[in-house]
């Protein structure tokens, strides 16, 4: 199969075709929470691209914000005679 | 990618965080949010064992106090628009939607501004699915960390489970 047809119109990045960029793009589609519900629906491609933007840059923010309170939490507890515990609970989970 | 799912490695980053965390303010006397983020990714990094190239580009930046994001931040060239042909410049602008869009991707994913558009989503699909482990395991921590400042230390054991 010639899918390079798309090549032309290329400049920068080459040799993509339009169907592998859909055929990827559909796989991002489950994993973002936004676009999880219309995955029946024709999500175009650019708008896939823009979501998956903007739920990393989300989670970025998450983890940021996450930080913070642990930093802020880390301070003002005193965390070594807990740790063994903490650890454990965590390996509960 | 279907590793950072799984209950196993929720545990084993968030133990190793902890680790990490606990170490770090042993020696030094108070941990930033951005030292601690960084820690958070290091570790993240380490625990997709360098199988990922956003991995081990998290793995091989240095390490820096200030913004690692911003650090590529080009200033805009303008190029005299009387010395290019109108058409041109319509080409430029059309052309890119998909291709911008590509392009802010690689810029979030680390260590990807070269890749290539397939390897990019295989990358991205990765970093999304590690980064939300991140928050789950991060908000477990935080959890367990604000349950033990109003709790005494026995009771803590005993109120595990709860999750």
Redesign the interface.
């Known amino acids: 199969m010639s899918g390079r047809r798309s090549r032309s119109?290329?400049?920068?990045?080459s040799?993509?075709t339009d169907n592998?960029?859909t055929d990827?793009?559909s796989?991002?589609q489950h994993?973002?929470p936004e676009l999880r519900r219309r995955r029946f629906d024709k999500v175009s491609?650019?708008k896939v691209?823009?979501e998956?933007?903007n739920?990393?840059?989300s989670?970025?923010r998450?983890?940021?914000d996450?930080?913070?309170?642990?930093?802020q939490?880390?301070?003002?507890?005193d965390?070594?005679?807990?740790?063994a515990?903490?650890?454990?609970?965590?390996?509960?989970? | 990618m279907k590793r950072w799912t799984t209950?196993r490695e929720?545990?084993i980053y968030?133990?190793k965080l902890?680790?990490a965390?606990?170490r770090s303010?042993?020696t030094s006397s108070?941990?930033?949010?951005?030292?601690?983020?960084q820690t958070?990714?290091r570790v993240l990094a380490i625990t997709a064992k360098g199988t990922t190239r956003w991995s081990r580009a998290i793995l091989a930046a240095p390490l820096t106090a200030g913004t690692n994001?911003k650090k590529h931040k080009k200033a805009k060239v303008t190029v005299h628009t009387r010395l290019r042909k109108p058409v041109v410049n319509r080409e430029k602008r059309k052309?890119?939607?998909?291709?911008r869009?590509?392009r802010?991707?690689r810029r979030?994913?680390p260590g990807c501004r070269k890749l290539?558009?397939?390897n990019l989503?295989?990358e991205?699909?990765d970093?999304?699915?590690a980064?939300?482990m991140?928050?789950r395991a991060?908000?477990?921590?935080?959890e367990?960390?604000?349950r033990?400042?109003a709790q005494a230390?026995t009771d803590?054991?005993g109120s595990?489970?709860n999750?």
Do not use: W
């Open positions: 119109k290329q400049s920068s990045v040799s993509i592998q960029i990827l793009v796989k991002l994993l973002i491609t650019s691209l823009q998956t933007c739920y990393i840059r989670l970025h998450e983890v940021e996450l930080s913070d309170r642990l930093s939490l880390l301070a003002s507890t965390g070594d005679s807990d740790q515990a903490i650890i454990r609970s965590l390996l509960m989970q | 209950k929720h545990q968030s133990s902890f680790q965390l606990c303010r042993r108070s941990t930033s949010a951005k030292e601690l983020h958070a990714d994001m052309l890119p939607v998909v291709e869009k590509l802010a991707l979030l994913v290539s558009c397939n989503l295989e991205t699909s970093y999304i699915a980064l939300e991140q928050v991060m908000t477990a921590i935080t367990f960390l604000s033990g400042e230390p803590r054991l595990i489970g999750m």
